[in-house]
């Protein structure tokens, strides 16, 4: 049973006890039906003189669930039982080889539409999966922009800044340091100011599940933490902002409790730190308000997720959507495009450089960077594009520019190469393709230093 598990294994790609527990659930369904008409109708066991031979559906029950291979193991075990020369077989051994080969027909055609499916399911799902995961950052980032407006229009007559103005100010603040969490004080400025909070603390994550006692910043009067605070407690654990009821607000049921608990948690779960909330006015403790503190929580989680280098300058995160991209077409084998423009020396190749840098999907990434030769290479990585899209992709890129410059992209680019990422890619090996038009030193320069700015995604244009 050991060697027989251990091929399998090899052959089908299988882990180990996997490859065992299917190996047993060959046997039984191999085997099982066959024995268990032998027992119940011994003149028919097969079911060949009833209509429909059902000792058949066990195999191709089996090639539905894991595969034409498996499906034709089971089947092949399956002829072999029939084929015994026992007493209710041997009367119509003709007739069971035929059944025999039959069922394995049957089972690589129901396996190979089952594994078909199966992969396509996949591979959708996972599309999906990367699709919801940009859209929670565009959602965040939309509603951060909606209430930005809608206070602007409020407060017109005595507000200095924007919300949006505010939280743009925060990203070279956040950037400038080792810790994102260490401009805490220009943090808790940004919450009391648009939030109305009166008395708060600012805390660090020691680990993911524990929160450090010690502030990075305090507004108004804040006492020490309480770390056995249910409301702290149901905050780190659902990652969701957590407050009393409005009742007890009334009652002042919360004089030796925290009012609310806003995580700053980015859009992949991870913790940055809590904003502990003991007060704030009482006309500000409504829903409205404490949806925009999740709201801006939610949004300072991913400017920490940035500031802490996955994604503080262009080539970082560029090189971070790269891992997504590769990471997806390792699993499920999703399409991706990865592509390099080499311009020339055109006294408007760098304008055109920047433009087509901008003119991508936001779900795309791009990175600029100068080569060994003092030459401008725009990187593209399109996600979930196929190589004929990217094709497609190039093709409107080029009318737009030949709309804005007069000319079109082919003009100013001296190189151009196209690359699809497949299953078998790695970040090494992409790195080598973008390295053609930079050079190795040049890339490898970029990307220690990370001079490009904040990694922001390009802005969504007409030509993407």
């Not at 199966?118 to 995961?133: K, M, P």
């Not at 078998?424 to 393709?433: G, T, V, Y």
Request: net charge negative; aromatic share 8%; with cysteine.
């Amino acid at each position: 049973m050991k060697q027989f598990s251990a091929l399998v294994s090899r052959h089908l790609r299988v882990p180990s006890g996997k490859a065992g527990s299917r190996s047993i659930e060959l046997l039984f369904f191999a085997a099982a039906l066959p024995f268990a008409g032998l027992l119940i109708f011994p003149d028919d066991p097969t079911g060949l003189h009833a209509g429909f031979p059902w000792v058949a559906a066990g195999a191709l029950v089996f090639a539905a669930r894991y595969g034409s291979l498996w499906g034709v193991l089971c089947a092949l075990l399956m002829g072999l039982v029939i084929n015994l020369p026992l007493f209710a077989y041997a009367d119509t051994g003709a007739q069971h080889v035929a059944l025999a080969l039959g069922t394995v027909v049957m089972c690589l055609v129901v396996g190979d539409a089952a594994s078909s499916w199966r992969t396509r399911s996949q591979q959708s799902e996972a599309e999906n999966q990367y699709l919801r995961h940009r859209l929670k950052e565009f959602s965040t980032d939309y509603h951060v922009l909606k209430v930005s407006h809608g206070q602007l229009e409020e407060h017109m007559a005595g507000q200095r800044l924007s919300l949006r103005e505010a939280l743009q100010r925060l990203k070279p603040v956040l950037s400038a340091s080792g810790d994102g969490l260490q401009a805490g004080n220009e943090l808790m400025a940004v919450f009391s100011q648009f939030c109305s909070i009166q008395v708060a603390g600012l805390y660090g994550m020691s680990s993911d599940s524990r929160v450090d006692t010690h502030p990075v910043a305090t507004h108004g009067d804040m006492f020490e933490l309480p770390l056995f605070d249910p409301i702290l407690r149901t905050a780190i654990k659902e990652r969701e902002l957590v407050s009393i009821k409005l009742e007890s607000l009334d009652e002042k049921h919360h004089e030796n409790s925290l009012l609310a608990v806003v995580p700053l948690v980015d859009t992949n779960g991870r913790l940055h730190g809590v904003l502990a909330i003991k007060d704030m006015h009482f006309m500000a403790f409504q829903q409205q308000n404490l949806n925009i503190l999740a709201l801006l929580g939610n949004y300072m989680g991913d400017m920490l997720t940035r500031s802490k280098g996955a994604a503080e300058s262009r080539a970082a995160w560029f090189m971070t959507e790269l891992d997504t991209a590769l990471r997806f077409a390792h699993s499920h084998s999703t399409e991706s495009v990865l592509l390099s423009l080499r311009f020339n020396q055109d006294a408007q190749a760098d304008e055109v450089a920047r433009f087509v840098s901008t003119s991508i999907r936001s779900l795309d990434a791009s990175w600029l960077l100068t080569a060994d030769d003092d030459a401008t290479v725009l990187c593209l990585l399109l996600p979930l594009m196929s190589e004929s899209h990217g094709q497609a992709f190039l093709q409107r890129v080029n009318k737009a520019v030949a709309g804005k410059f007069g000319d079109p992209l082919k003009t100013y680019v001296e190189g151009m190469q196209l690359k699809s990422l497949r299953s078998n890619d790695s970040r090494a090996l992409c790195l080598a393709f973008l390295s053609k038009h930079t050079g190795e030193a040049a890339l490898q320069a970029d990307l220690r230093k990370g001079a490009d700015g904040p990694g922001t995604p390009g802005t969504q244009s007409d030509v993407a």
